[in-house]
């Protein structure tokens, strides 16, 4: 123990002196080093050995003096979880410090170091007893974490490969047939549709060979595991590259396959054994306060993937309330300028009430879950549900702004630290996850290397947080439909069928969205680069945000349902605006951001461009199809002049365009870790060249003119899902599907029960990604009636279709041959055909015949040609069948859009025309000759028509039309 006198000096000033260290500056010190005892006093020069036996001499004096802890450097191997309550509490004027001499010096760590007499096992493999007893969950060798013995291999290129080695096979029966004893190993897959991962133990096998396990309780949106994406470690049959290893608990023995250059002898081996290293348990009435971490490294510390149970509200986590560090009931503790060092777990979590926690300056890296969390109690919310697909009854919620008690997070700031390397084990991590808290500060930070979101926010409970001058990229890595940044406002308020239930609500109720959402979240000053889903991703719901001076690299930003997002003043490089299912009166705004693509709406309500203006863009023509969407009447565009694109500063220069709409440059040299001895580790992102946009221009609905690439199924629109359109319907991009984007309430479709923004992904047997795909599956129905899945508000459904159209196909090799030509009869008709057609008259359609020729065929390049048949009068359509010779070897298949009508003299305005169908046999087998035939089941007409209107597409990709032979519209 130590005590200052100041400035006093002299005898005369001696019993002074002492009264004053006495009363008011005394200050305790205490010392801990690996060469102590913990039967010592704790001194300089008689240090105890143990944190547990520090924490007991500084208990007598804290609160009272000020109390700080020395730890030398050194492994401290703790023999239990270090854990500090109230009576381990300093006070504002007397707080304790436990600080590492030198930074980086002092190692806490949760494992064992390991006596080991290594004896050659067999093909590079070594094996050596270990202590009775002993669980062994991670092996570090030298510092480094090794692997369980696994299958397939680690592959460490493979940063975006799931699991970084995957196969479908992982734990197949035969595969499993080469394991003598797989209980205890485990499975990691991927969610079916990558929206995170699951873990199972494996028990066993059963009798017919199949592998046993449990778990999956992982993610909090439910499914099955991913048919590809699949791994299994911890099985000593799959001991068989450097780096690998396996602990057979029941014969003591630890196997390890060292790498090339590794002495046995002498290297250093550790093995984990606690999940915890320190923890500091208060509550809201008696709080653990002032007491700060400085200067340690954290290591070894366990895996805890199979106790990742517990939901987080609707969100798709499940959670483990655990870290290296955990906090509970807290108020002004700090750790700073520390290292966690591949911990197997969460590196630090903040659970419930807690109060103005500081992570400042540290470097976390190599984490097994997340990085850090900042999560609260759910008796805390109001209205709480559980599991993505529960929903509140929007007339019985509690209209009380805010949560019920204290129990949460709230004013903690994370600043200036290096997170890297995010989810080595789990695949629902986060460099910093927030939950249930309420003014979280993220500022300063490189985040990078992540299987999921650099940043996440569960929901709207209770906003507030400020992330600004981060740099977060290289995210989303193994995962997918996610962002660098990732939300979502899944609230009170929030449905799955929100156009139905939350927006009518909502209208009647405005301060709904704000009930939990209470506070602005801000973020600003960053930079974001996602490459695998979006920069910036408000995800649904996700209300009450700001978005400003962000330099945005590569995914764009989406805006999904929500109310009250404000984004402005950003820099979207080679990416767009991406609003998703907007409610009616969102009151969100997109506005003096400079832009580099097209707006990518999906599902949006009418109104959705009202505040989407004075952007700039980098070309007039990129401005031209934005404000055909009806938004930016009063943007511009042109060369923005970005200062110097090559290395990363999009400022623009003073004669650029952006400026007149009201952009303000912001600086580009200031994101990121800032601590000299982070940042010279730190990584930044790629900076990408400058992409031309692909322009494609907006398709409005009610656009009275011919739309070329149109489809049509069932009388219903269709269109297959591009790009990130997917996540807008809560499918996968591998599952994708085709979104029927208009139904007509007289078509078979509407009657069959399907909506306007139903996305179908099987017919029948068939999995159905794409049009093709839809149209390949239907041909292949063969019955009556037969079942679809579709997906509608996120949710999967099937709907019995007894009174489909149908189509059948015919090749055949010989003028004659056609069965269809034989039976097939026709309403007389008159045809023309728009442009005019080539080589034979469009008066061969119906002469009862095919020829090997090409008919009259549309000249190549013509994007729709149009054949019009008039029936005279209005009469029954049973059947539309079209004939094709397979001239050039290329020219047999069928590709049309089929519409009808009973209109005064149409002419070829497709907008006077009910659609139909399409026909597409471009996927099909192709004969000589081809015979496609449209026509109702059981014998019930197509409709009651006088014009039929069918409009050939190109079958080749040189713009060549189908050399149709015959076309009979039966009666």
């Given at each position: 123990m130590t005590c200052q006198r100041g400035l006093f000096s002299g005898s005369l000033f001696l019993w002074f002196s002492i009264f004053v260290c006495t009363n008011v500056c005394f200050a305790t010190d205490l010392y801990v080093a690996t060469s102590g005892k913990d039967s010592s006093p704790g001194t300089r020069d008689q240090p105890v050995a143990t944190l547990a036996a520090a924490q007991m001499l500084a208990r007598a004096m804290a609160g009272k003096d000020t109390v700080t802890i020395h730890v030398g450097d050194g492994t401290y191997f703790l023999r239990e979880t270090l854990k500090l309550s109230v009576e381990d509490s300093g006070s504002a004027a007397k707080p304790v410090a436990w600080r590492a001499e030198n930074e980086g010096g002092a190692i806490i760590s949760g494992g064992v170091l390991l006596e080991t007499d290594w004896q050659p096992f067999r093909d590079g493999i070594f094996k050596t007893t270990v202590p009775s007893g002993l669980e062994i969950d991670q092996v570090f060798v030298a510092g480094k974490r090794q692997h369980m013995a696994r299958y397939p291999d680690f592959d460490p290129a493979g940063t975006t490969r799931a699991w970084q080695g995957f196969s479908a096979d992982a734990f197949s029966v035969e595969r499993a047939s080469k394991w003598k004893d797989p209980e205890g190993a485990f499975i990691h897959a991927m969610h079916k549709s990558r929206w995170g991962g699951y873990h199972y133990r494996i028990t066993g096998k059963n009798a017919d060979g199949t592998v046993a396990y449990e778990g999956g309780w992982q993610n909090n949106r439910g499914s099955t595991m991913h048919k590809d994406y699949r791994m299994v470690e911890n099985v000593f049959e799959e001991l068989d590259v450097p780096g690998e290893w396996y602990h057979d608990a029941k014969t003591e023995t630890l196997y390890y396959y060292p790498a090339d250059g590794v002495d046995l002898k002498t290297v250093e081996v550790v093995v984990v054994r606690l999940e915890h290293l320190i923890e500091l348990n208060g509550s809201e009435k008696a709080p653990v306060k002032h007491i700060s971490f400085d200067g340690f490294v954290f290591r070894h510390a366990a895996r805890t993937f199979m106790k990742t149970k517990e939901p987080l509200l609707r969100s798709d986590w499940t959670i483990y309330r655990g870290g290296s560090v955990k906090l509970t009931g807290c108020e002004d503790v700090a750790i700073a300028d520390c290292e966690f060092d591949q911990p197997g777990g969460n590196a630090i979590f903040v659970s419930n009430y807690n109060r103005n926690v500081v992570v400042r300056g540290c470097h976390i890296h190599g984490t097994g879950a997340s990085g850090i969390c900042f999560v609260g109690d759910p008796g805390a919310v109001r209205n709480p549900l559980f599991g993505y697909g529960r929903s509140n009854d929007l007339g019985k919620i509690d209209l009380t702004p805010g949560p019920k008690t204290n129990n949460y997070p709230a004013d903690c700031i994370v600043e200036d630290c290096l997170i890297n390397g995010i989810g080595r084990v789990e695949r629902q991590p986060a460099g910093v996850q927030i939950s249930m808290a309420s003014r979280i500060t993220i500022r300063d930070c490189s985040i990078y290397d992540c299987a999921r979101a650099g940043i996440n926010v569960s929901e709207g409970t209770w906003g507030g947080h400020l992330i600004e001058g981060c740099d977060v990229f290289d995210t989303v890595l193994e995962t997918h439909d996610?962002?660098?940044?990732?939300?979502?406002?899944?609230?009170?308020?929030?449905?799955?069928?929100?156009?139905?239930?939350?927006?009518?609500?909502?209208?009647?109720?405005?301060?709904?969205?704000?009930?939990?959402?209470?506070?602005?979240?801000?973020?600003?000053?960053?930079?974001?680069?996602?490459?695998?889903?979006?920069?910036?991703?408000?995800?649904?719901?996700?209300?009450?945000?700001?978005?400003?001076?962000?330099?945005?690299?590569?995914?764009?930003?989406?805006?999904?349902?929500?109310?009250?997002?404000?984004?402005?003043?950003?820099?979207?490089?080679?990416?767009?605006?991406?609003?998703?299912?907007?409610?009616?009166?969102?009151?969100?705004?997109?506005?003096?951001?400079?832009?580099?693509?097209?707006?990518?709406?999906?599902?949006?309500?009418?109104?959705?461009?009202?505040?989407?203006?004075?952007?700039?863009?980098?070309?007039?023509?990129?401005?031209?199809?934005?404000?055909?969407?009806?938004?930016?009447?009063?943007?511009?565009?042109?060369?923005?002049?970005?200062?110097?694109?090559?290395?990363?500063?999009?400022?623009?220069?003073?004669?650029?365009?952006?400026?007149?709409?009201?952009?303000?440059?912001?600086?580009?040299?200031?994101?990121?870790?800032?601590?000299?001895?982070?940042?010279?580790?730190?990584?930044?992102?790629?900076?990408?060249?400058?992409?031309?946009?692909?322009?494609?221009?907006?398709?409005?609905?009610?656009?009275?003119?011919?739309?070329?690439?149109?489809?049509?199924?069932?009388?219903?629109?269709?269109?297959?899902?591009?790009?990130?359109?997917?996540?807008?319907?809560?499918?996968?991009?591998?599952?994708?599907?085709?979104?029927?984007?208009?139904?007509?309430?007289?078509?078979?479709?509407?009657?069959?029960?399907?909506?306007?923004?139903?996305?179908?992904?099987?017919?029948?047997?068939?999995?159905?990604?794409?049009?093709?795909?839809?149209?390949?599956?239907?041909?292949?129905?063969?019955?009556?009636?037969?079942?679809?899945?579709?997906?509608?508000?996120?949710?999967?459904?099937?709907?019995?279709?007894?009174?489909?159209?149908?189509?059948?196909?015919?090749?055949?090799?010989?003028?004659?041959?056609?069965?269809?030509?034989?039976?097939?009869?026709?309403?007389?008709?008159?045809?023309?055909?728009?442009?005019?057609?080539?080589?034979?008259?469009?008066?061969?359609?119906?002469?009862?015949?095919?020829?090997?020729?090409?008919?009259?065929?549309?000249?190549?390049?013509?994007?729709?040609?149009?054949?019009?048949?008039?029936?005279?009068?209005?009469?029954?359509?049973?059947?539309?069948?079209?004939?094709?010779?397979?001239?050039?070897?290329?020219?047999?298949?069928?590709?049309?859009?089929?519409?009808?009508?009973?209109?005064?003299?149409?002419?070829?305005?497709?907008?006077?025309?009910?659609?139909?169908?399409?026909?597409?046999?471009?996927?099909?087998?192709?004969?000589?000759?081809?015979?496609?035939?449209?026509?109702?089941?059981?014998?019930?007409?197509?409709?009651?028509?006088?014009?039929?209107?069918?409009?050939?597409?190109?079958?080749?990709?040189?713009?060549?039309?189908?050399?149709?032979?015959?076309?009979?519209?039966?009666?």
């Amino acid at each position: 123990m130590t005590c200052q006198r100041g400035l006093f000096s002299g005898s005369l000033f001696l019993w002074f002196s002492i009264f004053v260290c006495t009363n008011v500056c005394f200050a305790t010190d205490l010392y801990v080093a690996t060469s102590g005892k913990d039967s010592s006093p704790g001194t300089r020069d008689q240090p105890v050995a143990t944190l547990a036996a520090a924490q007991m001499l500084a208990r007598a004096m804290a609160g009272k003096d000020t109390v700080t802890i020395h730890v030398g450097d050194g492994t401290y191997f703790l023999r239990e979880t270090l854990k500090l309550s109230v009576e381990d509490s300093g006070s504002a004027a007397k707080p304790v410090a436990w600080r590492a001499e030198n930074e980086g010096g002092a190692i806490i760590s949760g494992g064992v170091l390991l006596e080991t007499d290594w004896q050659p096992f067999r093909d590079g493999i070594f094996k050596t007893t270990v202590p009775s007893g002993l669980e062994i969950d991670q092996v570090f060798v030298a510092g480094k974490r090794q692997h369980m013995a696994r299958y397939p291999d680690f592959d460490p290129a493979g940063t975006t490969r799931a699991w970084q080695g995957f196969s479908a096979d992982a734990f197949s029966v035969e595969r499993a047939s080469k394991w003598k004893d797989p209980e205890g190993a485990f499975i990691h897959a991927m969610h079916k549709s990558r929206w995170g991962g699951y873990h199972y133990r494996i028990t066993g096998k059963n009798a017919d060979g199949t592998v046993a396990y449990e778990g999956g309780w992982q993610n909090n949106r439910g499914s099955t595991m991913h048919k590809d994406y699949r791994m299994v470690e911890n099985v000593f049959e799959e001991l068989d590259v450097p780096g690998e290893w396996y602990h057979d608990a029941k014969t003591e023995t630890l196997y390890y396959y060292p790498a090339d250059g590794v002495d046995l002898k002498t290297v250093e081996v550790v093995v984990v054994r606690l999940e915890h290293l320190i923890e500091l348990n208060g509550s809201e009435k008696a709080p653990v306060k002032h007491i700060s971490f400085d200067g340690f490294v954290f290591r070894h510390a366990a895996r805890t993937f199979m106790k990742t149970k517990e939901p987080l509200l609707r969100s798709d986590w499940t959670i483990y309330r655990g870290g290296s560090v955990k906090l509970t009931g807290c108020e002004d503790v700090a750790i700073a300028d520390c290292e966690f060092d591949q911990p197997g777990g969460n590196a630090i979590f903040v659970s419930n009430y807690n109060r103005n926690v500081v992570v400042r300056g540290c470097h976390i890296h190599g984490t097994g879950a997340s990085g850090i969390c900042f999560v609260g109690d759910p008796g805390a919310v109001r209205n709480p549900l559980f599991g993505y697909g529960r929903s509140n009854d929007l007339g019985k919620i509690d209209l009380t702004p805010g949560p019920k008690t204290n129990n949460y997070p709230a004013d903690c700031i994370v600043e200036d630290c290096l997170i890297n390397g995010i989810g080595r084990v789990e695949r629902q991590p986060a460099g910093v996850q927030i939950s249930m808290a309420s003014r979280i500060t993220i500022r300063d930070c490189s985040i990078y290397d992540c299987a999921r979101a650099g940043i996440n926010v569960s929901e709207g409970t209770w906003g507030g947080h400020l992330i600004e001058g981060c740099d977060v990229f290289d995210t989303v890595l193994e995962t997918h439909d996610h962002g660098s940044f990732n939300s979502w406002g899944r609230d009170r308020y929030w449905r799955r069928d929100h156009m139905e239930t939350s927006d009518p609500a909502v209208a009647a109720n405005p301060k709904l969205p704000f009930l939990d959402a209470q506070e602005t979240t801000v973020i600003r000053n960053s930079r974001w680069r996602c490459d695998h889903g979006w920069d910036i991703d408000l995800d649904d719901g996700s209300s009450n945000y700001e978005i400003y001076n962000n330099l945005m690299l590569a995914g764009g930003l989406k805006f999904r349902e929500g109310f009250g997002r404000r984004a402005y003043n950003n820099v979207l490089v080679n990416g767009c605006f991406h609003p998703h299912v907007w409610f009616n009166n969102s009151d969100s705004s997109f506005e003096r951001n400079v832009v580099m693509g097209v707006h990518r709406n999906v599902r949006c309500a009418s109104g959705w461009q009202d505040l989407i203006d004075n952007n700039a863009y980098v070309s007039n023509e990129l401005l031209k199809v934005n404000q055909s969407f009806g938004s930016d009447g009063a943007s511009t565009g042109g060369d923005p002049k970005f200062i110097d694109p090559a290395a990363g500063d999009f400022r623009v220069q003073q004669d650029s365009p952006a400026l007149k709409v009201g952009f303000v440059n912001f600086p580009m040299d200031r994101f990121g870790v800032k601590k000299p001895s982070l940042r010279a580790k730190a990584k930044t992102p790629i900076i990408p060249e400058l992409e031309t946009p692909e322009l494609k221009v907006a398709d409005r609905s009610g656009v009275k003119k011919p739309i070329q690439g149109q489809q049509y199924w069932l009388g219903a629109t269709i269109h297959s899902l591009t790009g990130q359109e997917f996540s807008a319907f809560g499918v996968s991009k591998e599952e994708a599907g085709v979104q029927f984007t208009r139904v007509p309430r007289n078509s078979a479709a509407a009657q069959a029960g399907i909506r306007k923004d139903d996305v179908i992904q099987r017919v029948g047997n068939s999995k159905v990604r794409n049009a093709k795909e839809l149209f390949v599956a239907w041909h292949a129905v063969r019955s009556n009636a037969f079942e679809v899945i579709l997906v509608r508000n996120q949710k999967q459904l099937t709907v019995t279709l007894d009174k489909a159209d149908a189509v059948l196909v015919e090749l055949f090799e010989a003028p004659e041959g056609s069965e269809f030509l034989k039976l097939a009869k026709s309403i007389d008709f008159k045809v023309t055909a728009n442009p005019r057609t080539r080589n034979q008259p469009v008066a061969v359609l119906s002469d009862g015949s095919v020829a090997e020729d090409y008919g009259p065929i549309f000249g190549n390049g013509t994007a729709a040609g149009y054949y019009l048949f008039d029936l005279g009068s209005r009469k029954d359509v049973q059947a539309v069948s079209l004939w094709t010779f397979n001239k050039e070897q290329k020219r047999g298949a069928v590709k049309v859009n089929i519409y009808a009508t009973s209109d005064r003299d149409p002419k070829f305005e497709i907008s006077k025309f009910t659609p139909i169908s399409t026909l597409d046999t471009s996927n099909l087998d192709i004969g000589t000759f081809n015979a496609v035939s449209l026509r109702k089941r059981e014998g019930t007409p197509l409709g009651h028509f006088r014009w039929i209107l069918i409009e050939s597409l190109p079958v080749t990709d040189k713009g060549e039309h189908a050399a149709f032979q015959e076309i009979r519209i039966e009666p």
